[in-house]
């Protein structure tokens, strides 16, 4: 399918919104009413460094909604406003935040409902709105919305977009795309929808394999089922990895997407040598300002004496979950959590660990005088992070009262 032929007629359809319907201003004041925050507006005030009684937060230099998020989630609320009697879909969650979903939820925009792991957009009808997610919808979900006659209203962030476009470079080129991500992920599952052949790594470990693979060789069966369901229909790893160009979803780990991208471009050199290597490898990073500011500001806070470190995002957020990673990597009693429920005590904190699993840690909140480091991911609203430190304020104080 020519993806790109595809996307330009459907931007050009009259179903077609990416732009909004003038109600802007509107929606940004309702964002600003509900998500943010007068305690961490403050805290930003005084250079990220707040102390009440025995508690010192240091908030990352960068952290919370990111502008694509902004984007995306206002837009939504226009929709709303600009179509208050008709049915409203979303093709997935708007964005990775559980309190922003629920709003989405409480508006009446529904999720497009899953049977058996697929979805049944036989829901829809002509005339209806769909909205499309800030990660993007797969061409082929596209396609579907598009025949049904449905209006449109695609709030893809342009970060998201370009990855698209360098898949689709990758494509023209017949080159094969390697990306780094999450197969899974929602962003990623858009992505490969826009590429020709590709093959999905999660990380540097799954990366230096294909690397092997290429420069030595292996056992076929044991690649096709390692990336299963983590590459293109019929890929060959003995045809498909001769000339290869790197892509990643916009939130991995900045250091090991520039890890990978680096691993490729030696093992294309070594396999074909310097004079050959722009033939066989292209590179181009696309994770997005917003993730690199936030982990930047995050390796920087990292080096302060902290006493603990609280990340605060939705469990499914991929970008909350790479700065958890840089807190666990610095050694940093570090908890990963949604919501000011998961605190439920001075001894017990409910948090997610980096494999994903739920566990809960006894004493978590050090006595006498501590500092608090926060941050939170790019899907985060600020009104959340300043319940988390509330709760710690509130805590403490009662620990010293007794
Ligand atoms: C929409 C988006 C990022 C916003 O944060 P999210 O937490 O919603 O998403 P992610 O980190 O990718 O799991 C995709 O770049
Ligand atoms: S994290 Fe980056 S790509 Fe994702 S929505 Fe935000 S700005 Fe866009």
Redesign the pocket.
């Known amino acids: 399918m020519d993806t790109k032929a595809f996307k330009r007629s459907l931007q050009h359809s009259e179903n077609y919104n990416r732009k909004g319907f003038g109600h802007q201003a509107e929606a940004t004041t309702q964002l600003q009413s509900e998500y943010q925050s007068s305690l961490i507006q403050e805290i930003r005030d005084r250079n990220y460094i707040f102390t009440t009684g025995d508690v010192t937060i240091r908030l990352a230099q960068a952290f919370g909604f990111?502008?694509?998020?902004e984007r995306?989630v206002a837009m939504a609320y226009e929709t709303r406003q600009h179509f208050p009697n008709q049915r409203i879909w979303i093709t997935n969650e708007i964005?990775h935040n559980p309190s922003v979903n629920q709003r989405m939820q409480d508006m009446n925009i529904q999720f497009i409902p899953v049977e058996a792991g697929k979805k049944d957009f036989s829901v829809v009808e002509t005339g209806d709105v769909v909205i499309l997610p800030?990660f993007g919808a797969s061409v082929q979900e596209m396609q579907i919305l598009h025949d049904q006659g449905c209006q449109i209203v695609d709030t893809t962030?342009?970060?998201?977009s370009k990855v698209w476009n360098t898949v689709e470079k990758h494509k023209k080129i017949a080159f094969t795309s390697i990306i780094h991500g999450k197969y899974k992920h929602e962003e990623t599952i858009a992505t490969s929808s826009f590429a020709g052949k590709y093959l999905i790594v999660l990380n540097l470990q799954e990366a230096q394999y294909v690397a092997d693979y290429i420069l030595n060789g292996g056992d076929r069966q044991e690649f096709l089922q390692k990336f299963a369901r983590a590459c293109s229909a019929g890929f060959d790893p003995d045809q498909d990895l001769e000339r290869v160009g790197i892509a990643n979803q916009?939130?991995m780990l900045k250091g090991e997407t520039e890890q990978i991208g680096k691993l490729f471009e030696r093992t294309m050199m070594q396999k074909y040598g310097t004079i050959e290597l722009n033939q066989h490898f292209q590179s181009f990073n696309t994770i997005?300002?917003?993730?690199q500011e936030r982990q930047d500001a995050m390796l920087e806070l990292v080096q302060e004496d902290l006493d603990l470190m609280l990340v605060v995002g939705g469990f499914n957020s991929s970008?909350t979950a790479q700065l958890q990673q840089i807190a666990a990597a610095k050694g940093i009693p570090s908890y990963h959590i949604d919501c000011v429920e998961r605190i439920k005590s001075a001894n017990a904190i409910e948090y997610r660990q980096l494999n994903g699993q739920l566990a809960t840690e006894q004493n978590w909140l050090p006595h006498g005088k501590i500092i608090v480091g926060v941050t939170s991911g790019?899907s985060t609203p600020d009104k959340v992070v300043a319940d988390i430190i509330q709760k710690i304020f509130a805590l403490k104080a009662l620990a010293s009262a007794l």
């Open positions: 990111c502008w694509g998020v995306a964005i800030a962030c342009p970060w998201v916009t939130t997005c300002d917003a993730t970008n790019a």
